[in-house]
């Protein structure tokens, strides 16, 4: 009875937040309901905060946060504490009374930022806001003020307080703007110079203005409300208008690299991208997201498109902005009339940009690559000719393969003659390599495989070709069946087999067919007696042959769960793929066949 309670409640609980959630008008609507739900067992008006250990940084809260328990990597402490516009009474649950409704000047006070009340009254703005009016005040909170760099506070607080003045009318607004009224995208004209601030929501629930993140809003006093801010918010200047010639409001957020980024990359890479339009263009779209992104935005890694039409892992670890996982962002949030940009110190290189030896390079596909160099492929593959290479995993080559010859000639059939998508790959679809053989294309249900080889990850797309990382190392067309079966002593019974079955034109015909080949071990281990009587008759011996065939080409790449063949002769076949060290089984591809070596 207490289980069957217990369900009910975890029910309500869960249809609770669904429909908050759903009615809610934005995401920060949405985490700070979440929040709110969270913190009801506290008592009314109570909201769940997540703070970052060893900070002062806290965040009201969505779902994955809650359960992660992280934000930027680190661990969180769960606070409850009043949700914004309500306060504690003694000897009451929760937070059951609405803050005193006071002037702007006092509300500062009220709920926390004392220091924007000092500096408010230092610059003589004090009568204003405790005047009549109605006025939009974002409050820089006391560790807002703290943070900012000592020399830049001197500025503001040294000149008769003209330059404190217009820094505080900067973060107000003359009129009324409750959260619900801060759309995303909007701006509005600051009280100096009418010079805007800008609003951005973002799907995690945060909201900045200028790119400061809103910590508690909707402080309401009797001529305004109050937002308070977790940084002293700056200057827009228009100098990324200029950088990216675009007249949008807000739209991109650039990564400037750093003049000495150029240098760190390789003369003869910089020198061909510098005079490659294409690759240059590439290039610096690479540097420049679609959506402007503040840094106070990111809790966690999130892929943003870019400009050139591939994604960045933007992410953060502790108090540093990351870039595909990597710190490298110097100077953050340095906002343009169009945009922000964040200075990086180092060049981010997009495929598109690269060679496809270049690409191989920048990859984990070491030993092929190495491979590739060594028998003579580089230039191939460092040119401006239009290919497709196909590099098997490392694990896919022996220890302390060497080159030669015929090694040298396999390579080669692993570089196609056009540049590729596996996406427009179709089943039968013929592939001509260097090497002058065709290759066919094999589409099965969860693996797409060129012959033997199956594409183990996702293209890259290269200036002039495309990279394909494949499981195996490829074994090219050669010959028919049967001419496979004669080439090898381990099948030489079934190949006599074959001929008394009357088999040998069906064997050298066009397929497709997959062939479950036995060996000869796999035929000693039969009954004598068996065998003979097998060996014997024609048509029961045809019989049990194509009941080892099916009239389709597979191979181990496209063996999944229960995957089911038809053979010529009999019911079906079901296949499964299990690892067994003393029963191993290979496959090989061959022009018209598939041949899976039985040996037991």
């Given at each position: 009875k207490r289980s069957k309670m217990q369900h009910l409640t975890l029910f309500t609980l869960a249809l609770t937040l669904i429909a908050t959630i759903c009615l809610a008008k934005s995401p920060y609507q949405s985490v700070l309901q979440h929040s709110k739900i969270r913190g009801r067992q506290h008592g009314p008006n109570v909201c769940a905060m997540q703070k970052i250990?060893?900070?002062?940084?806290?965040?009201?809260?969505?779902?994955?946060?809650?359960?992660?328990?992280k934000i930027c990597g680190k661990p969180t402490v769960i606070s409850y504490e009043c949700c914004p516009g309500y306060e504690k009474?003694?000897?009451?649950?929760?937070?059951?009374?609405?803050?005193?409704?006071?002037?702007?000047?006092?509300?500062?006070?009220?709920?926390?930022?004392?220091?924007?009340?000092?500096?408010?009254?230092r610059a003589q703005l004090r009568e204003e806001i405790e005047g009549p009016g109605s006025f939009t005040f974002f409050a820089p909170s006391n560790q807002a003020w703290a943070a900012l760099p000592t020399e830049i506070l001197d500025a503001l607080v040294s000149n008769v307080n003209i330059?404190?003045?217009?820094?505080?009318?900067?973060?107000?607004?003359?009129?009324?703007?409750?959260?619900?009224?801060?759309?995303?995208?909007?701006?509005?004209?600051?009280?100096?110079?009418?010079?805007?601030?800008h609003i951005h929501h973002y799907p995690n629930g945060i909201v900045t203005v200028n790119c400061a993140r809103l910590v508690k809003t909707d402080q309401h006093a009797t001529n305004g409300i109050v937002h308070i801010v977790d940084r002293v918010i700056t200057f827009v200047t228009p100098f990324i208008h200029s950088l990216i010639h675009s007249q949008n409001s807000l739209s991109?957020?650039?990564?400037?690299?750093?003049?000495?980024?150029?240098?760190?990359?390789?003369?003869e890479m910089r020198n061909r991208i510098l005079g490659d339009?294409?690759?240059?263009?590439?290039?610096?779209?690479?540097?420049?997201?679609?959506n402007m992104q503040c840094a106070e935005s990111i809790t966690s890694g999130t892929p943003l498109e870019t400009l050139q039409g591939t994604v960045l892992e933007v992410g953060c670890d502790g108090t540093d902005m990351t870039l595909n996982g990597k710190a490298i962002v110097q100077k953050k949030d340095q906002l343009g009339t169009n945009g922000v940009v964040h200075y990086i110190n180092e060049l981010l290189i997009p495929d598109s940009a690269k060679t496809l030896l270049e690409l191989a390079q920048g990859s984990v596909v070491t030993t092929a690559t190495k491979l590739f160099v060594d028998a003579g492929l580089g230039s191939h593959?460092?040119?401006?000719?239009?290919?497709?290479i196909l590099t098997p995993q490392n694990e896919a080559f022996k220890e302390g393969v060497t080159m030669t010859g015929e090694l040298k000639k396999l390579l080669k059939n692993h570089i196609l003659k056009e540049k590729l998508s596996s996406s427009l790959l179709y089943h039968r679809q013929e592939l001509e390599t260097l090497g002058g053989i065709k290759l066919r294309v094999l589409v099965y249900r969860n693996?797409?495989?060129?012959?033997?080889?199956?594409?183990?990850?996702?293209?890259?797309?290269?200036?002039?070709?495309?990279?394909?990382?494949?499981?195996?190392?490829?074994?090219?067309?050669?010959?028919?069946?049967?001419?496979?079966?004669?080439?090898?002593?381990?099948?030489?019974?079934?190949?006599?087999?074959?001929?008394?079955?009357?088999?040998?034109?069906?064997?050298?015909?066009?397929?497709?067919?997959?062939?479950?080949?036995?060996?000869?071990?796999?035929?000693?281990?039969?009954?004598?007696?068996?065998?003979?009587?097998?060996?014997?008759?024609?048509?029961?011996l045809a019989g049990v042959l194509k009941y080892h065939m099916a009239k389709e080409i597979l191979v181990s790449g496209g063996v999944g769960s229960h995957t089911r063949l038809k053979p010529l002769q009999g019911d079906k076949l079901e296949l499964n793929m299990v690892?067994?060290?003393?029963?191993?089984?290979?496959s090989r591809v061959f022009f018209i066949f598939t041949i899976f070596y039985i040996v037991k």
């Open positions: 250990q060893g900070t002062d940084k806290k965040y009201f809260t969505n779902c994955k946060q809650w359960y992660h328990r009474l003694s000897g009451e649950k929760g937070c059951p009374a609405a803050l005193p409704l006071v002037n702007i000047y006092n509300t500062l006070g009220t709920v926390g930022a004392t220091t924007t009340k000092m500096y408010s009254e330059e404190l003045l217009n820094a505080l009318h900067y973060h107000m607004v003359n009129r009324r703007l409750t959260s619900e009224d801060l759309k995303h995208g909007s701006a509005f004209p600051s009280m100096y110079q009418d010079f805007n601030v991109y957020r650039t990564l400037l690299p750093f003049p000495t980024s150029f240098e760190k990359i390789p003369t339009p294409v690759a240059l263009r590439d290039l610096l779209n690479y540097h420049i997201l679609k593959l460092s040119g401006s000719e239009t290919l497709t693996s797409l495989c060129i012959e033997n080889s199956c594409i183990a990850a996702h293209d890259k797309t290269g200036r002039f070709g495309s990279m394909f990382t494949v499981d195996k190392v490829l074994t090219p067309p050669m010959g028919t069946i049967m001419d496979v079966l004669k080439a090898d002593d381990r099948f030489s019974l079934l190949v006599g087999a074959i001929q008394t079955a009357g088999m040998t034109e069906l064997m050298n015909q066009a397929g497709p067919h997959t062939v479950f080949a036995p060996t000869n071990d796999a035929f000693s281990a039969l009954p004598k007696a068996d065998l003979n009587k097998l060996m014997g008759n024609p048509q029961e690892q067994s060290l003393d029963t191993p089984t290979h």
